[in-house]
Nanobody
Framework: QVQLVESGGGLVQPGGSLRLFCAAS????????MGWYRQAPGKQRELVAV???????NYADSVKGRIAISRDGPKNTVYLQMNSLKPEDTADYYC????????????????WGQGTQVTVSS
């Protein structure tokens, strides 16, 4: 059973920083990509940032220049460094991973973490 475990959320003042962590554990062949999504109250879940196994990244326009995603491949861990946080960044943040359970897997399996809350408020 593969699972994602997140940590690092909390309350921060506008302009502050937070670092989110997500680790994938369990038996798997490989990870195609890992990323972070967020969902604010009353809104749909949206992509924040994603990083592929080759290191390619993609960011939502609203976070470019303020948020950086990085990955430790051997540790199956992804990090989200969030700087210059704004009240509109307040949301539940969910880790996502696209994994291959075995070398014969034709399609990746999508996994979600349980979510970690980020609140930006003075």
């Amino acid at each position: 059973q593969v699972q994602l475990v997140e940590s690092g959320g909390g309350l921060v003042q506008p302009g502050g920083s937070l670092r989110l962590f997500c680790a994938a554990s369990g038996t798997m062949f490989s990870i195609d990509s890992m990323g972070w999504y967020r969902q604010a109250p009353g809104k749909q879940r949206e992509l924040v940032a994603v990083i592929t196994s080759s290191g390619s990244t993609n960011y939502a326009d609203s976070v470019k220049g303020r948020i950086a995603i990085s990955r430790d491949g051997p540790k199956n861990t992804v990090y989200l460094q969030m700087n210059s946080l704004k009240p509109e960044d307040t949301a539940d943040y969910y880790c996502n991973a696209e994994i291959r359970r075995t070398r014969y897997s034709l399609f990746p399996l999508t996994l979600w973490g349980q979510g970690t809350q980020v609140t930006v408020s003075s």
